[in-house]
């Protein structure tokens, strides 16, 4: 029993894994990320597992990231709730807006904080389809801008930060035989977003994604 009870906690169980990545904007940024992955008790081998993904970033331009990622089966595998919770600051850099924005542009350093929130909940509904609504929240601030710059003036859309609540619709086809380390299937994923006034929303803006 012990042996069984060591072999399933290895499988299922990811340790803490480091992360060190440099761009310009972060300079060098250190971190940790952590999955443990779980079965309801009584759940054969093949089934998928519930995961829960821990994680924290810090970097030597003093940003800073820390999210926290379940997602859980229902019902067998029916059903399946996703979420995401995070908090952040980060300095970043603004290159203005439109054709003139780039490398060629004026930057302008900021600095943002902000809190966000997603959760989906989708229904199988033929093999590998699930069908579903999402939602999200995002609450920014800018508490730091240039003095003088574009984002001081507030020309900018988002510039004195905001909150974003939409609703989504979510489809996903996912037949991998494995969704850690798949070797057949195929994974699709595409969602429709609404983000407006009537929602809380300070945006009104549409967004899709297709992958």
């Known amino acids: 029993k012990v042996e069984k009870k060591e072999e399933k906690r290895d499988e299922l169980l990811l340790p803490a894994v480091p992360v060190i990545a440099y761009s310009r904007e972060t300079n060098f940024l250190f ?26 970033f810090y970097s030597l331009e003093k940003q800073w990231a820390v999210g926290f990622a379940p997602s859980v089966y ?4 029916d059903y399946l709730v996703k979420g995401q919770f995070y908090q952040h600051r980060t300095p970043a850099r603004f290159w203005g ?13 900021f600095t943002a904080t902000g809190t966000g929130v997603t959760l989906s909940a989708t229904k199988k509904v033929f093999r590998s389809l699930r069908i579903g609504p999402g939602g999200w929240f995002g609450d920014a601030k800018i508490p730091a801008v240039e003095e003088g710059g ?18 989504e619709l979510l489809a996903e086809w996912d037949g991998r035989n494995n969704i850690y ?15 407006r006034d009537y929602l809380g929303s300070d945006f009104d803006y549409e967004d899709y994604l297709l992958d």
């Open 74 to 77: 229902l019902r067998g595998e």
């Open 150 to 167: 574009v984002l001081d003036t507030g020309a900018v859309t988002g510039s004195d930060g905001g909150t974003d609540i939409g609703v």
């Open 97 to 109: 807006v439109g054709t003139e924005a780039g490398e060629n542009g004026t930057r302008e350093d």
């Open 181 to 195: 380390a798949p070797t057949t299937g195929t994974f699709l994923q595409f969602w429709a977003g609404l983000h």
């Open 31 to 56: 971190g940790a990320m952590m999955v443990r992955a779980l079965r309801w008790k009584d759940a054969p081998p093949e089934a998928r597992p519930n995961t829960i993904a821990v994680s924290g």
